[in-house]
C-alpha cells in the first residue's frame, strides 16, 4: 500500500472545516480557547452561514479570534462585543452575529453592555469563556476567580472581604426576560466537547429564529494562569470550577 | 402634490437646532441612531423616537443603557458599512472617547453630535464651548482626529449633520459637529433637506467594500480591527491616517467673513459666540471702528492660512470663546507672533454679550 492508496477520499473519517484557517493559534497548549474555536468553525459550516457570520471579537486572549475563523468580524473595545452585536444584528437582522468573550470583558468591565443587550432580548448568540481569570494580561483576578484561588492580583488567594464573591453572571442572565436559552457547558472531555457544540449550535439557531439572546457559558482552563499542566488544569476544574459553576441549562425556553 | 413629490421637496419648518438634527438625520439616509439622554441635547433622540423612522425610511433608533454603549453601537453600525450617528453633551461625550479612538483607529466613519455644556464635571446644562480641546486636540487615547463642524444657527445643524456624513465617508473618519446648547435649544426657521433613500447594500458593498455584511466566498474575510501588535504594523496605520488628514486640512477648511476686507482688527469666534461677535462688530463698524468677523466653520480643519493671511493685513485679533480660552491657542499659532492675538471669553454657561466683546475689543486690542 502507497501513502497515496491511504490518503483516499474513501477514507476520509475527519477533515478539519473550511472556515477554520490554516494558521497557527497563539493560545497556550491546552487551552479551552482553541477547541471552542474549532467547534464554532463547524457549526458555521454544517449551519451553511459561512457567507451569513459576523462574529464580536472580544479584548482578551480570543482578541485574535479573526485570525482563525474564515468569517467578517468585528474587534470590540474591552467589554463592548454586546453592544456592537446589539447594531450589527439590528441592522443586519437576517444575518447570525455572535460575540465571543473572556470573564473579564464580559463580568467585569462589560457587564453593562452584557445585561442590557441580554435583557433588550438582542437577537444574538453570547459565547462566554469563564476560566476565572484574566489569561490576557497575566493571570490577574477575574470576577468569576474562586474564594482562594491565587491569581497575580490575589496571590494568596482571593478573600471575600478584600476582593467580593465570585460572580455568576450566567445564573443572573438567565433571569432576565430577554434571554431565551442559557447554559453552561466545557470542553474538557470528548463528550463534553459534542455537549457544548451542540448548545453552541441551538444558541445560533436561536439568534436565526430571532428568539432572544443566548447565552453559552463554557467554562474553561486557563493553565498557563493558572499555573498548571493541561492535565492537571482540567482536574482542577472538575474539581473546583464545576461546583462553584454547576454544568447545565439554566433556561431552555 | 401627491406624498412622493412632497417626500422629494425640501420643506421650511420653525423648529429648535436639535430637532433638525433628528429631521436631517432621517432624511438624508441615516441607518442607525444610538444614543443615551442628556440634557441640552434629549431632544435628537426624542425627536426620532416620535418619529419612528423605522416605519419609514427603515432607520433604526435605539436608546442605549450608556454613551459607553451608544459610541460602540455606533462602531458595531459603522463596520457594516452603515450610516450611523449618535449624539450628547459633554458629560456623555467625555464617557466616549474610547470608543472615539477605536473607531479612529479602525478607520470608521460615524457622525457624532455634541451639544456642549458647561464643565467641568456634572457642570452646568448652560451652554459652553469648553470642549474644543477635547474635539479638535484628542480627548481619546492616540493620534487621531476628528473632522469638526461648528454650526452657529439652526439651519447649519440640520445641513452639518448632512455634510457630517457626506465627509465622514469620504475619509472613513468620524466627524463631528459641535453644537453649544444655545444652538441646540433655540428655536428658528429651516429648510431641512429632500428625502434622500438609505443605501442597498449591494449600494454599501460598492461604496464601503470592507464593510462586515458577511463574506462571500469570492472574497477575503474583513475585519474592522484597531488592533497592531507590531510597532511597524501601528507606525504604517499611523502614516496612513495621518495622511489623510493632510488631505482633509488641504481640502475641506470651511470658514465665513462677516466685514472682514478693509478692518484692521479681526474677532475670531464660532457657533453662538460668533453670532454675538457679529453684533459686537457691528457696533463697532457704527462707532466708526473697522472691526471684521472670521467664524471657522470647520474646527478641524481650523482655518489657519486664511488667519495666517489675515495677520499680515491687520493690527490685532481678539478670540472670543465660551471657555477659558481654547481655540485662541490656534489663532495663535496660525498669528505666529505677528500682531497681538488677545482673549476673551466667559463660562459657566455665560453667554458673552456684545457690549462685553466691544469693550474686550477696545481694551485689549485697540488701546491695549
Ligand atoms: C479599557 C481596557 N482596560 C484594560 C485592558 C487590559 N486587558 C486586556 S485583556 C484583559 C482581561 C482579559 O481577561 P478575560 O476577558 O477573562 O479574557 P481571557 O484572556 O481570560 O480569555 C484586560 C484587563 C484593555 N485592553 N482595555
Ligand atoms: S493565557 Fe490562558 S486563556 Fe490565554 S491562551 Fe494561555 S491558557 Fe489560554
Ligand atoms: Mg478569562
Redesign the interface.
Given at each position: 500500500m502507497t501513502t497515496n492508496d491511504i490518503i483516499n477520499p474513501a477514507n476520509l473519517v475527519y477533515a478539519k472545516t473550511k472556515v477554520m484557517n490554516d494558521v497557527p493559534m497563539h493560545y497556550c497548549p491546552g487551552c479551552s480557547h482553541g477547541v471552542v474555536h474549532k467547534i464554532i468553525a463547524e457549526i458555521i459550516e454544517e449551519m451553511d452561514m459561512?457567507?451569513?457570520?459576523?462574529g464580536?471579537a472580544p479584548v482578551g486572549c480570543a482578541?485574535f479570534a479573526?485570525k482563525y475563523l474564515?468569517?467578517?468580524?468585528?474587534?470590540?473595545?474591552h467589554g463592548?462585543a454586546p453592544?456592537?452585536?446589539?447594531?450589527?444584528k439590528?441592522?443586519?437582522p437576517d444575518?447570525l452575529v455572535f460575540t465571543y468573550q473572556g470573564d473579564g470583558d464580559l463580568a467585569a468591565i462589560g457587564t453593562?453592555?452584557t445585561i442590557?443587550a441580554a435583557n433588550r432580548g438582542e437577537n444574538i448568540a453570547i459565547i462566554f469563556i469563564n476560566n476565572g481569570i484574566y489569561g490576557m494580561t497575566g493571570g490577574q483576578m477575574a470576577p468569576t476567580t474562586l474564594e482562594g484561588m491565587k491569581s497575580s492580583t490575589s496571590p494568596n488567594g482571593r478573600t471575600v472581604p478584600l476582593n467580593g464573591h465570585p460572580l455568576d453572571i450566567t445564573k443572573l442572565l438567565a433571569q432576565l426576560k430577554g434571554t431565551c436559552y442559557v447554559t453552561r457547558q466545557s470542553v474538557h472531555t470528548i463528550a463534553a466537547v459534542r455537549k457544548a457544540k451542540k448548545a453552541i449550535q441551538k444558541a445560533f439557531e436561536n439568534s436565526m429564529d430571532n428568539k432572544g439572546t443566548s447565552v453559552v457559558e463554557i467554562v474553561s482552563t486557563c493553565n498557563a494562569g493558572w499555573k498548571m499542566t493541561p492535565e492537571a488544569a482540567n482536574d482542577w476544574m472538575v474539581e473546583n470550577m464545576f461546583p462553584a459553576y454547576p454544568l447545565g441549562d439554566l433556561k431552555d425556553l | 402634490m401627491n406624498d412622493s413629490e412632497k417626500h422629494n421637496m425640501e420643506e421650511v419648518r420653525l423648529m429648535k437646532g436639535n430637532e433638525a438634527v433628528a429631521h436631517a438625520a432621517i432624511r438624508c439616509g441615516c441607518?442607525?441612531y444610538?444614543g443615551y439622554p442628556i440634557t441640552p441635547q434629549s431632544e435628537i433622540m426624542e425627536t426620532l423616537m416620535e418619529q419612528e423612522p423605522w416605519n419609514t425610511t427603515g432607520m433604526?433608533v435605539?436608546q442605549?443603557?450608556?454613551e459607553?454603549?451608544?459610541i460602540?453601537?455606533?462602531?458595531?453600525?459603522a463596520?457594516?458599512g452603515?450610516k450611523?450617528m449618535t449624539s450628547s453633551s459633554s458629560p456623555g461625550i467625555s464617557l466616549m472617547q474610547?470608543?472615539i479612538s477605536?473607531l479612529a483607529g479602525?478607520e470608521l466613519p460615524c457622525v457624532i453630535v455634541n451639544v456642549m455644556r458647561g464643565g467641568p464635571g456634572l457642570g452646568t446644562i448652560q451652554p459652553s464651548q469648553a470642549d474644543y480641546y477635547q474635539t479638535v486636540k484628542g480627548g481619546g487615547h492616540g493620534d487621531y482626529k476628528m473632522i469638526t463642524l461648528a454650526p452657529a444657527s439652526v439651519q447649519e445643524m440640520a445641513d452639518h449633520t448632512v455634510l457630517a456624513f457626506d465627509l465622514a465617508f469620504k475619509y472613513r473618519v468620524t466627524a463631528m459637529v459641535l453644537a453649544d446648547g444655545v444652538i441646540g435649544q433655540m428655536m428658528e426657521k429651516v429648510v431641512l433637506p429632500p428625502f434622500k433613500p438609505r443605501w442597498t447594500e449591494n449600494e454599501i458593498r460598492q461604496i464601503s467594500p470592507w464593510a462586515?455584511?458577511?463574506?462571500?466566498?469570492t472574497r477575503e474575510?474583513?475585519?474592522?480591527?484597531?488592533?497592531r501588535l507590531e510597532a511597524s504594523d501601528m507606525e504604517e496605520l499611523n502614516l496612513r491616517l495621518q495622511g489623510r488628514y493632510r488631505e482633509i486640512e488641504n481640502n475641506e477648511v470651511l470658514f465665513e467673513e462677516f466685514s472682514v476686507k478693509d478692518a484692521e482688527y479681526v474677532i475670531v469666534a464660532f457657533g453662538t459666540t460668533a453670532r454675538v461677535c457679529q453684533k459686537a462688530v457691528e457696533m463697532a463698524r457704527a462707532e466708526g471702528i473697522k472691526a471684521g468677523l472670521l467664524r471657522p466653520i470647520t474646527l478641524y480643519p481650523f482655518p489657519t492660512v486664511e488667519i495666517s493671511n489675515l495677520a499680515n493685513k491687520i493690527k490685532g485679533m481678539l478670540t472670543v470663546e465660551m471657555s477659558a480660552g481654547q481655540m485662541v491657542d490656534d489663532v495663535r499659532l496660525a498669528v505666529n507672533g505677528r500682531i497681538p492675538v488677545e482673549f476673551f471669553g466667559r463660562m459657566g454657561g455665560i453667554v458673552p454679550s456684545p457690549d462685553e466683546v466691544l469693550h474686550a475689543l477696545k481694551t485689549k486690542i485697540i488701546h491695549r
Open positions: 459561512q457567507e451569513k457570520t459576523i464580536i482578541v479573526y474564515d468569517i467578517d468580524w468585528q474587534q470590540a473595545a463592548r453592544a456592537l452585536a446589539t447594531a450589527v439590528r441592522l443586519l444575518r453593562a453592555e442590557h | 441607518d442607525g444610538f433604526v435605539l442605549a443603557e450608556s459607553t454603549s451608544s460602540n453601537m455606533v462602531y458595531g453600525a463596520g457594516c452603515k450611523a474610547e470608543g477605536y479602525a462586515t455584511l458577511g463574506k462571500p466566498a474575510p474583513n475585519i474592522i480591527n484597531s488592533l
